[in-house]
């Protein structure tokens, strides 16, 4: 399958070498607006630039498509290349409304193809063997999950990302990003935990504050989360936590045990399953080098080859996003909000 990048900003190296790393991809042309780091990531790995979106939309080569634009152009890129009949894969978040993630799906869906978001950290390996023992029964039922994710994010950070590679003011806007650290970050951890426990989100409480970073959107937050079935679940999350560069705590319980992902990871198991020893707390050791941005394209390029949807589809997308922006709402207004409303971001 030949990819093409649409967008050459911050994460384009990072997806450029995983599909160079893939098994069943090859790189493909790289697109950007601006001309410098389209051509800069195209010397880098030998590749074809363009700063023309139907350049790559015309190339009957391409296969799929992805879209790293800023967020609030998810949708129009994605429903123009769905409409070219190129496979879209959308770096997350799916979009920044639940009305351009419905257009987004039911684009690929009249087109006959495939909508992904690039949540990757499915396939690190702590994250995989983490399901395995879920799935294995080692926790029993998932009664509660934590997540904690601590960073700074300097002031160059909203004019430039962390690289550099193109100067843009869209990632402190709520109208351009759709909101700050829980919809830039934390929605991969969102993914993996509904990945790992198989838990439905059903409502969600919220406050935010933008405490001191010189942009609109939330730099601190917590969420309260209720799941179907009883379950609960919290976020705390900051982009002002000074000294930190990318720092999580992320727990999981249940009736028969607790699992540690993050930062050391461990498992306390009342049964006796996967080779674990009962009622003591044990690390989890011997886990592989992740390659899971290889990993995503490759199962990406085998559910397409096969006919079947991609481990990530674009209703898992929007699940993830009606979460983020439940949450959100829920700060805004200071009510708990049920799930199956048509949130969206503030204002």
């Known amino acids: 399958m030949k990819v093409a990048l649409i967008g050459c900003g911050e994460i384009a190296p990072d997806n450029a070498a995983g599909l160079r790393a893939s098994a069943l991809c090859e790189l493909g042309p790289v697109m950007d607006l601006n001309e410098e780091p389209a051509a800069s990531l195209a010397r880098q790995f030998g590749v074809h630039h363009t700063t023309s979106l139907d350049e790559i939309l015309e190339d009957d080569s391409v296969d799929a498509v992805v879209v790293a634009v800023p967020h609030h152009l998810h949708a129009q890129v994605a429903i123009r290349a769905a409409e070219a009949s190129k496979h879209v894969i959308v770096e997350k978040p799916l979009a920044t409304t639940l009305a351009d993630a419905d257009a987004m799906i039911a684009a690929c869906d009249r087109a006959s193809v495939a ?17 395995q023992l879920v799935d294995a029964g080692a926790l029993g039922t998932v009664t509660g999950t934590h997540i904690q994710f601590m960073t700074e994010k300097p002031v160059r950070y909203w004019a430039a990302g962390y690289k550099g590679r193109v100067q843009s003011d869209w990632r402190g806007s709520w109208d351009k990003a759709g909101g700050g650290v829980l919809i830039m970050n934390v929605c991969h951890m969102l993914d993996y935990f509904s990945f790992i426990t198989g838990l439905e989100p059903s409502h969600v409480y919220s406050t935010f504050s933008t405490a001191f970073s010189p942009v609109e959107v939330e730099d601190s937050i917590s969420v309260t989360i209720g799941y179907s079935g009883g379950a609960v679940g919290s976020v705390h999350a900051s982009s002002l936590a000074r000294g930190e560069r990318w720092r999580s705590d992320e727990r999981i319980w249940g009736t028969h045990g607790s699992i540690q992902l ?82 969206e971001a503030p204002d």
Do not use: C
Request: aromatic share 10%; hydrophobic share 35%.
């Open 115 to 131: 909508l992904s978001v690039l949540f990757s950290y499915r396939y690190e390996p702590i994250v995989v063997r983490a399901k």
């Open 262 to 343: 993050s930062p050391d990871p461990r498992i306390y198991t009342m049964r006796a399953v996967s080779n674990l020893k009962p009622a003591r707390w044990q690390k989890i050791h011997k886990l592989p080098t992740s390659t899971r941005v290889a990993t995503y394209f490759d199962r990406f390029a085998q559910a397409v080859a096969e006919g079947e949807e991609p481990d990530v589809t674009g209703l898992d997308g929007r699940r993830n996003l009606e979460l983020i922006l439940g949450a959100y709402e829920a700060a805004r207004t200071g009510r708990a909000v049920e799930l199956d409303e048509q949130s």
